[in-house]
């Protein structure tokens, strides 16, 4: 497939039409969508007020924001918003240890929990806290995956931004996530009939726990592009798994041009390949510049790219949330990710109704402290762009290697 880094120029500083800057691909790939019904956000109230404590990365307020950004500006409505259920403990236990889940909600209930069980399941450990929504949070995250897939099941395309936990391990909190979702939405979509789902994995981190639930599983492609000395530090480009785990650790530095080069040469080449049924992409933006856990380089154009993109691949797409550590980075990025589904055009200065939700922030990090004012009264980043660096071709020509 020919690449199209190089047309950037022509259209990547256009902040019009979220649509706009990826004018060139509607030709070149096959449109798998079922239109009817239009797609769907699935949020919930508690993501609001609840945090995982006043200096955890997790502190900051995230899916409350989008959910509020898309009604100002009109974009949903009762039919189109739907509110997500919280998963009962034999939902989670699809995947998780029930020993872990009674944990979770033991930690819950008393807000606390001996050190032997502590230990046992990372429970208050290592960016883990036991925190009042402990258990309620996360597993709404979980029940509205499974809502999701079970919603999808005969086409349709759901956004849910409060998933994406994609470290949650079977019996063990990881990596700020307690429940695995995108695992238990990829469980209910194969327990609907389907035996072809594409995972994608954005995010900055390794999408490992993911991974591992599905490492031998024939039925599930598990595609990761993270950032490659941050942690969990997995996922190196030779690591296939069982054999259906493809992963490109990327160095830091990744601009907009770099990911549209993998969107092109590998992303889109490797779903026209495998011909999902499914596909449940994980678009976690804490590769944006302005996030404080990464050292990529990433404007939001290229995400929603990616997006537009790879759910044109399948007749059914469960498009998650992930990381993202700026507020202002994902209430801009997933709103927009929310626009691109659904082909809405993005104005190049937000109304004063969503300007005004941007500033009444309170971001405790030196970043947040004098935010640059085109995060107040837009929502599309200008294409941060450059040259496709030797070391980026080489590693994709390599994964390229392994075919599906």
Not at 65 to 75: E, K, N, P, Q, T
Request: charged share 20%; aromatic share 8%.
């Amino acid at each position: 497939m020919k690449e199209h880094h190089e047309t950037v120029n022509a259209f990547g500083t256009a902040t019009k039409s979220a649509l706009r800057a990826i004018v060139i691909l509607s030709d070149e790939i096959p449109d798998h969508r079922i239109s009817d019904p239009a797609p769907r956000m699935i949020a919930a109230e508690i993501y609001r007020g609840s945090s995982y404590g006043p200096k955890h990365p997790l502190a900051i307020p995230r899916v409350s924001l989008v959910v509020d950004m898309v009604h100002a500006l009109g974009w949903v409505d009762e039919t189109t918003y739907l509110t997500g259920p919280v998963a009962t403990p034999d939902q989670l236990a699809r995947f998780h240890d029930p020993d872990y889940i009674a944990a979770v909600m033991q930690a819950e209930r008393d807000q606390s929990l001996p050190d032997d069980l502590m230990e046992r399941f990372g429970l208050g450990k290592n960016g883990n806290p036991i925190y009042p929504e402990i258990f309620r949070r996360p597993a709404t995250a979980a029940g509205s995956s499974v809502m999701a897939a079970n919603l999808i099941k005969d086409g349709g395309i759901i956004h849910h931004p409060a998933g994406g936990t994609h470290h949650g391990l079977r019996d063990r909190a990881s990596g700020f996530c307690y429940f695995n979702d995108p695992v238990l939405g990829i469980y209910a979509l194969l327990d609907s009939g389907l035996d072809r789902v594409l995972y994608v994995d954005i995010d900055a981190h390794h999408g490992d726990g993911v991974q591992i639930a599905f490492a031998e599983d024939e039925r599930v492609l598990t595609v990761s592009i993270h950032q490659e000395d941050l942690w969990p530090k997995t996922g190196a480009i030779d690591d296939i798994a069982g054999g259906m785990a493809r992963n490109l650790p990327m160095p830091g530095g990744m601009h907009d041009d770099e990911m549209r080069f993998i969107l092109f040469e590998y992303l889109i080449p490797l779903g026209l390949s495998f011909a999902p049924q499914a596909i449940v992409l994980q678009c976690g933006c804490d590769t944006l510049a302005e996030d404080p856990l990464s050292r990529q380089l990433l404007g939001n154009q290229s995400i929603w790219e990616v997006v537009w993109a790879m759910t044109r691949l399948a007749p059914r797409s469960l498009v998650l949330g992930g990381g993202g550590y700026s507020p202002y980075g994902v209430a801009r990025c997933w709103s927009g990710v929310w626009a691109t589904i659904n082909g809405i055009e993005i104005p190049d200065v937000l109304p004063i109704t969503a300007e005004n939700i941007l500033r009444v922030i309170k971001w405790a990090h030196s970043r947040g402290r004098q935010p640059a004012s085109e995060l107040f009264t837009t929502l599309a980043d200008p294409w941060r762009g450059g040259a496709i660096r030797d070391e980026v071709r080489e590693r994709v020509k390599r994964l390229r290697g392994y075919g599906v």
